[in-house]
């Protein structure tokens, strides 16, 4: 963003971000020392509830 703004008003920064989606049975998902609290794992509990 620094740089960016010593272009001035005429520069342009464009974005972007890319989904991938995987089917059921290419999914794995290991969590090692995390907290039980955290990541994909406590949204799957909280849906499947």
């Known amino acids: 963003m620094k740089y960016l703004s010593t272009?001035?008003?005429s520069a342009?920064?464009?974005?972007?971000?890319?989904?991938?989606?995987a089917a059921a049975d290419e999914q794995f998902f290991e969590y090692l020392n995390c907290h039980?609290?955290?990541g994909?794992?406590?949204a799957v509990e909280t849906v499947n509830a």
Not at 12 to 21: F, I, P
């Open 7 to 9: 272009l001035g008003p």
């Open 12 to 21: 342009k920064l464009r974005l972007y971000h890319e989904v991938t989606v």
């Open 36 to 38: 039980s609290k955290t």
């Open 40 to 42: 994909m794992l406590a």
